[in-house]
């Protein structure tokens, strides 16, 4: 219902990122052959840090905005899905009910939570930038007195293995770990479908809702699959069981409906993951038939195959705007055409959709790609 959403939010902390690795690599590319490099470099570090903090400032001022922006707009997308089904059913007051929840307050809540969890990263992405600064400067400067090799092949080296790994450092709840891009996007999709599902099920229990179905979604995960098709109880206990209802539009007329257990238990689960395409949607006792799953057009695995490519497709690009020099460069464009390659492949064997605006970083200034071969003209941080 609200996957589309993140991609806002997600882009410009990309785009930040993207620019910080330019920034470093520019203000470290200058003046390179210099026989004063390295006290150049380290007198230059003030001038670094405060163009980090422009790129923070501007992120910051940019994703308050975004956020909240896609906040309101799932929460909305939520209640409206809520009211369209209510509309065949519910009438009067129960109808009015639903239509009359406020909505300000979840969505600042939902939002400045949302907030609070992607500002935490910014003083990572300052901390970053100065400390592959520092890193590259002293083993640049090393490595032609060890004999190993030039200065400029050892910073190059290292901004590669930057540009690799982007800001990192972000550990989930489950202990896993991510680079800054990959962490806010899992926040915001999270974020984003609690909204939805929240004014959702909200506006439904307002008009005397008790109960949800999962939809049946092709190419599920295997925590998502149990729940597929199930009915659960809006709120409440866990647990399975057999009650018995009234039907939702005969009179005197009961049946007897199996619940799987709660939303909350199945969200625990893994339910309404970040990326997962199920939807939660009104169950009426005697009307409500489950709807027959759409075909697969692939297995879960190749869909998460097709992320993981256009993931190495971004590093390329990343590695691109790293490059020292135009070998390097060739280098970095060159993964870039293998993975989208790879892409295309894919697509062809299993009619899975290519998602293009998934390969791309875009940013205000554009970076040198396999797209665009020119190269800019660096210039120094100032």
């Known amino acids: ?14 785009q930040a990122e993207l620019a910080l690795v330019e920034k470093v690599t520019t203000a470290l590319a200058e003046g390179i052959d210099s026989p004063l490099w390295v006290q150049l470099k380290l007198a230059a570090l003030g001038n670094l ?13 940019d994703a308050s905005g975004a956020i909240h922006q896609a906040v309101a707009e799932a929460y909305d997308r939520g209640q409206q899905a809520a009211v369209v089904e209510l509309g065949a059913v519910a009438t009067g007051p129960a109808l009015a009910a639903a239509r009359a929840l406020p909505s300000a307050p979840a969505v600042d809540r939902l939002a400045a939570a949302l907030a609070q969890e992607t500002e935490a990263t910014h003083l990572r992405i300052l901390r970053t930038g100065l400390d592959v600064y520092r890193q590259v400067v002293a083993e640049a400067s090393s490595a032609p007195l060890l004999g190993a090799t030039t200065r400029r092949e050892a910073a190059g080296r290292a901004l590669q293995e930057f540009a ?5 450092g972000f550990v989930d709840r489950s202990g896993r770990a991510w680079n ?5 996007e899992m926040a915001t999709r999270s974020a984003v479908g609690r909204a939805a599902v929240e004014a959702h099920t909200d506006r439904l229990g307002a008009a005397g809702v008790e109960l949800v179905i999962i939809s049946d979604s092709p190419e599920e995960c295997e925590r998502c699959r149990p729940w597929e098709g ?55 006792p005697g009307v409500t038939r489950p709807r027959p799953k759409p075909p697969s057009r692939a297995t879960y695995e190749q869909t998460q195959r097709q992320r993981y490519y256009e993931r190495q497709v971004r590093t ?9 020099d135009d070998k390097a460069r060739a280098r970095a464009n060159a993964g870039v055409r293998e993975y989208q390659k790879r892409i295309r492949e894919l697509v062809a064997e299993t009619g899975l959709p290519r998602k293009s605006h998934r390969e791309q970083i875009d940013r205000p200034a554009q970076l040198a790609t396999v797209d665009r071969p020119a190269t800019p003209a660096r210039t120094a941080v100032r």
């Not at 690799?164 to 990192?168: A, F, I, P, S, Y």
């Not at 390329?316 to 020292?324: N, P, S």
């Open 164 to 168: 690799q790994r982007g800001v990192t």
């Open 1 to 14: 219902m609200a996957e589309d959403l993140a991609a806002a939010v997600s882009t410009l902390y990309e």
């Open 316 to 324: 390329w690009k990343r590695k691109a705007a790293a490059a020292i």
């Open 230 to 284: 199930k009915v659960l109880r809006r709120e409440g206990t866990s647990g399975a069981d057999e009650v018995e209802m009234e039907h939702a539009t005969e009179d005197n007329q009961m049946v007897t409906v199996r619940v799987a257990g709660s939303l909350e238990e199945a969200r625990a689960q893994g339910l309404l993951h970040p990326n997962c395409r199920h939807n939660v949607s009104i169950y009426l």
């Open 180 to 184: 800054l891009t990959s962490y806010v």
């Open 49 to 61: 840090q405060s163009a980090i903090n422009e790129i923070i400032a501007a992120l910051q001022a």
